[in-house]
């Protein structure tokens, strides 16, 4: 068993640490306050970051999970409040369903476009009523001639306003056969530009930098060219997608985790309280000796979430496994970070508190995917008893 990445990937870490340490790490304030800066999206495509996954012929990298996993954490780790990662791992993910579900023609329109970080691409799943029973969706769509129209409601959906103003869309989950529950479900390339769909945004806890909306579809006419793979298939490959997603989901909050821990250690260090540096209490010390441990713990699940992802793709008999290892990482990666970030705010204390550290704002980020983003925890939990208890 060997637990280093390889030569290349350990040289892509480091280069790639170095690009967004250099371009994204002093931007965390403003990303917070104005979004993530149109100038760092484009100018991130030289380095491939956006859909790297994705086959060359369309842009992409055709980087495997573990490589996107590597750079899921560096993401994580330069922008902490984590609305850059979210921007990564929906592109990450849903680039990669859509290369290997979408038409040629479908991949050729859109991925070029996303790889380049000129458009957004992203998922709507979620509806008012639920996210967590995708089977239980309303949006309805309707074979008319040569488009579909669809009809509904999504909520809680990532990027909808840099779609709006950059370019792009969401691979949006629609009913093509109501009676057939998770069986009549298919998947389009919806373009946020669609007559008939209209978005209010959604204010969040936390990272401020990439928009949430709800989505509202009137008789929406989508072309019939942009149902991605076949039709009543679409909740197959979402599930893949977040499968996918939920490895990256874990990574991104580990990297934010050690970028706040890191930002702790030395409050630690340096700061002092009754003529000691408060390293010298054991009762921090202590704590920071678990949080470091349990973060190094999530990380080499994480890792080897990733691994299985990848070697799912070629031996068939480890695809549940790798199933079970993404839900337990997305388990594990943003309850760690959670309690990382919120032990660093006690640590620092007022200063932890003010919005001048920004630690807060990596609370509040990590916070969304303890609360849903991705899927719930217990969700989580309920894909892992299946697999354990039969
Ligand atoms: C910041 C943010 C961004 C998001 N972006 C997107 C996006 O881009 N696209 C998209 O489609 N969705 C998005 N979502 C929605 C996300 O996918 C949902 O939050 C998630 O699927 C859970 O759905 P829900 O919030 O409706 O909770 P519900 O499904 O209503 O669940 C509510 C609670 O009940 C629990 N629960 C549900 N079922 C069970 C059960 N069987 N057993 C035990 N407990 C259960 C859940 O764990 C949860 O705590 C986003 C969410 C957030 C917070």
């Known amino acids: 068993m060997d637990f280093a990445l390889s030569q290349e990937e350990e040289i892509f870490r480091r280069n790639l640490r170095e690009f967004l340490g250099r371009s994204l790490r002093p931007r965390v304030g403003e990303i917070e306050e104005r979004g993530i800066p149109r100038d760092f999206v484009l100018g991130a495509s030289s380095v491939g970051l956006w859909a790297m996954p994705v086959s060359e012929e369309v842009g992409g990298q055709g980087a495997s999970w573990l490589e996107t996993a590597v750079a899921a954490e560096e993401v994580g780790r330069a922008d902490f ?3 850059t990662a979210v921007m990564f791992l929906l592109e990450a993910s849903w680039g990669y369903v859509l290369d290997s579900r979408g038409s040629d ?13 000129e458009w957004f691409l992203g998922v709507a799943s979620t509806e008012p009523q639920g996210g967590s029973d995708v089977a239980a969706i309303r949006t309805s769509a309707r074979r008319d001639g040569d488009h579909y129209s669809v009809t509904g409601q999504k909520m809680y959906i990532s990027g909808g306003m840099e779609a709006r103003s950059w370019g792009g869309g ?50 929406v006419a989508i072309p019939a060219g942009n149902l991605v793979g076949r039709e009543n298939e679409g909740f197959y490959y979402a599930m893949d997608g977040f499968n996918r997603a939920r490895v990256l989901v874990s990574a991104a909050c580990l990297g934010a985790a050690d970028a706040v821990l890191e930002i702790g250690l030395d409050h630690l260090r340096n700061r002092e309280a009754f003529g000691h540096r408060l390293r010298d209490f054991q009762s921090l010390s202590f704590e920071a000796a678990d949080l470091s441990t349990r973060l190094e713990m999530a990380k080499l699940l994480t890792y080897e979430a990733a691994w299985a992802v990848d070697r799912a793709a070629e031996d068939r008999s480890i695809a549940d496994r790798a199933i079970t290892l993404a839900a337990m990482a997305k388990l ?6 959670h309690d990382v970030m ?5 640590w620092m204390g007022a200063l932890g508190y003010s919005r001048d550290a920004l630690v807060e704002a990596g609370f509040r980020g990590a916070m969304s995917y303890v609360a849903g983003a991705e899927g719930a925890l217990n969700v989580m939990r309920l894909i892992i008893s299946r697999r354990i208890l039969g």
């Open 170 to 219: 969401h691979l949006l989950l629609a009913k093509t056969d109501a009676s057939a529950g998770h069986r009549g479900i298919s998947m389009f390339y919806l373009p946020a530009s669609s007559p008939g769909l209209s978005m209010g945004p959604i204010r969040n806890m936390g990272r401020s930098g990439i928009s949430t909306v709800s989505m509202y579809l009137d008789d």
């Open 342 to 346: 919120k032990s660093v705010i006690m």
């Open 332 to 337: 594990t990666g943003p309850q760690v970070a």
């Open 81 to 83: 409040t984590l609305a």
């Open 105 to 117: 023609e479908l991949r050729g329109a859109v991925l070029p476009k996303v790889t380049s970080g």
